[in-house]
């Protein structure tokens, strides 16, 4: 492995980055970095969350700035949080090349600022699609003199429906421009947009694509939401060597839940946007080296963490997509080690278990939440084991042996025993002593509720769609929200229950979307292939929903044929 100072960059940057404790590089950043450095040739590249992307595209940019305070670089990504973070992080290696100056757009905050900022002069953009789209719409940001054009987590801008904002924006770019795309995964969609885009570029790849780690187990436990931080506690008690993340979905939540648990005695920080760079290295610098027992985290947050020899992956709350579930869950399991990812489900997100198997390929394990003697005992068997493992130096200790026995004159074996134990362990069998068994949740009970308010939910909201596309065509659940999503008109319709056949797909759409449906979809093609789409009415969904279980008479023959 490379460190910064072999890759090329100037003396100002390196300075900055030695500041900031930054020494070894990644790979995506040790094969990045030069060839940006030296090539003006587009790049994709493709590498799991928590790889040094920022750093990757970053730091050559930030060498190739010249003094012209125009726009000359513009990065897009799809958060607002992941916006903030990566501003902060170029800002800190910026720190000592005084020409450079940052813009951060983004929406949901004051406009008028961000206008200020643009106009000062700033030669580096960050900001989300659409509020990027809408400063060139407003005559406020010119791209005409940009230079690079960086595409950050592109995959999930598209997700997001920011395919039209992307369009319109990169088409105000200049052709002589680098582009450089990094994703996690190179799907259909991003593709698209790469060939579109992308003059001839060079491809680099770095590590396995998301599937899921062959050392990562899942597990998920069934709780009432009002039962969700209490579940937690025990979970992480019954866990006494617990060392890792706990993902919630908010910043709030974050902090909220990271203070009950300090509360509550657990050695734990919180990590969401509004933690200063600051901050967020010490608590880094006090999690690697073990102070920190569990670090509480949002998404955007936890990106660039790359810690080894994680236990534990906790979700609090289930991420939107598959495809995060799987970046978490690969914080685990790392360097040949085993790893397990834990999940906090409620009866009405039991549905969502298949198809998180189904996407990492792995068996998800039912738990019951532990019983608190369950959890003493635990705790009893890890005190006895540090204890065990504890090193004794007789010779100094040989000095206060004499002390130690006579105070404890007159007392048993056991009697020491059983005092050196509760003076470590009372505090476990006072909570637990008259604790209660959580309720346990009827999992088959939860399934068919839910199965059956989802049918009746389907029959009345939804109409089915099918299109002549399936399997054997390489199509899945990702690609057909690919293509919802890439279409402005059907942004934001509700999807309900989807069948993948051999050589079809029928899924539900909100039944005020059915015309858009019907006409966005005779538009589209799939790996080359026109869609043929038919769109049921009320009375068409049960001869559409017979379908799906056996396809229409030339459904089945092209289907055989196929197969043959």
């Known amino acids: 492995m490379k460190t910064f100072s072999e890759l090329g960059l100037s003396n100002e940057i390196q300075k900055g980055l030695v500041g900031l404790g930054y020494i070894e590089a990644t790979p995506i950043q040790e094969q990045a970095i030069p060839f940006v450095l030296n090539n003006d040739q587009d790049l994709i590249g493709l590498a799991q969350t928590g790889t040094g992307k920022t750093a990757a595209f970053g730091l050559p940019i930030l060498n190739k700035l010249n003094h012209d305070k125009e726009a000359q670089a513009i990065i897009l990504c799809p958060t607002r949080e992941l916006c903030l973070q990566i501003s902060r992080e170029l800002s800190g290696f910026a720190k000592y090349l005084p020409h450079v100056l940052v813009a951060t757009v983004y929406g949901g905050a004051r406009i008028d600022t961000q206008i200020r900022e643009l106009r000062s002069g700033a030669n580096l953009i960050v900001g989300t699609p659409g509020r990027v789209h809408d400063m060139i719409r407003r005559k406020f940001l010119s791209l005409k003199t940009i230079r690079f054009v960086v595409l950050d987590e592109a995959d999930e801008m598209l997700d997001l429906g920011f395919k039209d904002d992307l369009d319109e924006i990169l088409s105000e770019t200049p052709k002589n421009k680098q582009t450089l795309l990094f994703s996690a995964t190179m799907s259909p969609v991003v593709r698209n947009i790469a060939t579109k885009y992308m003059n001839k570029p060079q491809e680099i790849s770095i590590g396995k694509k998301n599937v899921g780690a062959d050392q990562v187990s899942h597990e998920y436990y069934l709780v009432r939401p009002s039962d969700k931080y209490e579940a937690l506690r025990r979970i992480i008690d019954f866990e006494p060597n617990i060392y890792g993340i706990l993902f919630c979905r908010t910043r709030h939540e974050t902090q909220e839940i990271a203070d009950k648990l300090r509360e509550d005695r657990y050695s734990t920080e919180a990590l969401h946007g509004d ?126 042996m004499p002390i130690a026995e006579e105070a404890l004159k007159g007392l048993t074996k056991e009697e020491i025993i059983a005092k050196f134990i509760s003076t470590e362990f009372n505090h476990f069998l006072n909570l637990y002593r008259d604790s209660s068994d959580l309720e346990v949740v009827d999992a088959n009970k939860a399934i068919r509720e839910r199965r059956d308010r989802s049918e009746r939910q389907s029959e009345e909201n939804f109409v089915n769609v099918k299109i002549n596309v399936g399997r054997l065509d390489k199509f899945d659940i990702k690609a057909l929200f690919g293509l919802i999503n890439s279409q402005r008109e059907l942004k934001g319709a509700e999807i309900g229950k989807i069948k993948i056949d051999d050589g079809f797909t029928i899924f539900g759409i909100d039944k005020n979307k059915r015309e858009e449906a019907r006409r966005v979809f005779k538009k589209l093609t799939f790996k080359g292939k026109p869609l043929k789409v038919e769109v049921g009415d009320t009375k068409q969904n049960e001869r559409l929903g017979r379908k799906a279980r056996g396809g229409s008479r030339a459904d089945r023959k092209r289907v055989q044929r196929r197969r043959k």
């Not at 685990?332 to 834990?342: D, M, Q, W």
């Not at 204890?387 to 200790?397: F, G, H, L, P, W």
Request: glycine share 4%; with cysteine.
């Open 275 to 400: 933690v200063s760079q600051n901050l967020r290295t010490q608590i880094m610098e006090r999690f690697r080296e073990r102070k920190i027992q569990l670090l509480v985290a949002t998404d955007v947050a936890a990106r660039g963490i790359d810690v080894s020899d994680l236990t534990h992956v906790i979700n609090y709350n289930l991420p939107d997509s598959s495809e995060v579930y799987l970046h978490r869950s690969g914080r685990t399991g790392r360097a040949h080690k085993s790893g397990t990812s834990i999940s906090l489900f409620t009866p009405r997100e039991l549905r969502k278990v298949s198809a998180l198997e189904n996407r990492v390929g792995k068996p998800f394990v039912l738990k019951t939440v532990p019983k608190g003697q369950d959890i003493c005992k635990n705790q009893l068997l890890s005190l006895i084991e540090k204890m065990k493992n504890i090193a004794v130096d007789r010779r100094e200790v040989s000095q206060f």
